[in-house]
């Protein structure tokens, strides 16, 4: 088992590259499911999620050639499996996008539950709505969901909440659905635009992606022959901006696109931190004075992301005065409080919400990785801390960051893995 050693209070400085975002990955790979043919898929993370998806893609007959590191080529002409078993996918969440492109390849799919990171119920029910509406009988046994349809029929579906994972599966299954599906109430977020970029450019027919509509209308086979590349990762970069306000750094983050972390930016800068922006990249610099507290709200895009909450409490903790997070999405993240509190900080949460009083002074702790994002945001916490933190639990880090400690060390952070 490994840890992370970090000594603390080294400015972060320098240009980092941020990767290509696991939240499309983790569509796309089972997405090409539904490609009777090779596609070529480039900037794809070399973080554990997708290894996950792309030894699982291997096991139902899919030909899975890696190019390098980051590129693959994928050709499902030979998939004759509709199961993945709990052992296949029992370490990540978003293998429920299984169930989506399974269906809509075969008319059938038998799915284990999802597993990933736990802080929180994490309900289905719109996917299995949708799947019903588009005629789908869903049956759950033995920690299986099991999807049938004689015949996959589009319809007019709308979401209870908004959801994307629902809207990225249904999107899937209705692809080689008969006739037209409204996903009505969808959601926004870019890696669902990214997404239906693949399968259109796949010979697919999806208008709306990016929009609270998305009209799909079926089509009996998609070809192969394309290169998709991944788009860069929002919540990477938004971390690394973090990073860089929290150590009073001066870091460039580039490879990405500046509009899908507007909410961020316009925060830091609320919160006194500058940022400065430009056509691939964004300079994060610390070291403007007091850096001022702030209410924070998390929403579906383009709202503040539910996945920078945790790093970005670190940065509340270092802020002037009583600032809140509210967590509209996941109320239960709120797990890896504790943590932070080993290393100082004052916060109290009740609820979906937390109050953090600052500025404190964090000093280094042995604290643990809770889940993906609240790992990161200990890491964040013994960047900006006095004295050594080890962090345990890395595993989690790695389901969604390709190389942290690595990165984190090219901008100066005094940073290793070692074994535990």
């Known amino acids: 088992m490994e840890r992370i050693i970090i000594n603390g209070r080294k400015p972060l400085k320098g240009d980092i590259f941020i990767s290509g975002a696991k939240n499309a990955a983790v569509a796309v790979l089972p997405a090409a499911l539904l490609i009777e043919g090779s596609c070529r898929i480039e900037n794809l993370p070399d973080i554990k999620d997708t290894r996950i998806l792309e030894d699982t893609l291997a096991q139902l007959g899919a030909k899975v050639d890696f190019i ?41 799919a038998e799915v284990a539950f999802p597993g990933g990171c736990n802080f929180g119920h994490r309900p289905i029910d ?39 994972g629902a809207t990225i599966n249904l999107m899937l299954a209705a692809v080689r659905a008969e006739g037209t599906t409204v996903i009505e109430n969808a959601a926004k977020e870019p ?55 929290a150590t009073d750094g001066d870091v460039t983050v580039r490879n990405i696109i500046p509009k899908h972390i507007e909410s961020l930016s316009a925060k830091l800068q609320e919160m006194n931190i500058n940022v ?28 503040f992301a539910t996945d920078l909450h945790p790093p970005i409490t670190v940065l509340l903790c270092l802020a002037d005065g009583s600032s809140t997070i509210t967590e509209s999405i996941w109320p239960q993240r709120f797990q890896y409080v504790d943590e932070l509190r ?20 964090l000093t280094g702790a042995q604290v643990n990785a809770i889940d993906l994002r609240a790992g990161a945001a200990v890491v964040l916490a013994g960047l900006a801390a006095e004295g050594r933190t080890e962090v345990n639990n890395v595993k989690y880090i790695d389901r969604g960051y390709e190389d942290f400690v690595g990165k984190l060390q090219s901008l100066g952070a005094d940073i290793c893995r070692i074994e535990k």
């Open 68 to 108: 390098d590191r980051n590129t693959v080529l994928v050709d499902s002409s030979g998939v004759n499996s509709y199961i993945a078993s709990y052992d296949m996918i029992k370490s990540m969440r978003a293998s429920y996008y299984l169930l989506g492109a399974l269906l809509g390849r075969f008319g059938r």
């Open 126 to 164: 719109q996917h299995i709505k949708g799947f019903e509406a588009l005629g789908a009988k869903v049956v759950v046994e033995n920690g299986m969901i099991k999807l049938s349809a004689e015949k996959l029929i589009g319809n007019q579906i709308y979401l209870d909440v908004i959801s994307v």
């Open 191 to 245: 890696h669902i635009v990214d997404t239906a970029n693949f399968l259109n450019a796949a010979g697919a027919d999806i208008k709306g992606a990016g929009t609270d509509v998305i009209k799909i209308r079926g089509v009996g086979r998609l070809k192969g022959g394309h290169v998709h590349s991944i788009i860069p990762d929002m919540i990477e970069a938004g971390t690394f901006m973090i990073a860089s306000a």
């Open 276 to 303: 400065e922006e430009g056509d691939d990249w964004v300079r994060v610099t610390g070291g403007n004075g007091t850096i001022r507290k702030a209410n924070i709200k998390t929403l579906p895009y383009p709202g």
């Open 342 to 361: 080993r290393m100082g900080a004052k916060i109290r949460a009740n609820g979906g919400m937390a109050i953090i009083e600052g500025p404190v002074p």
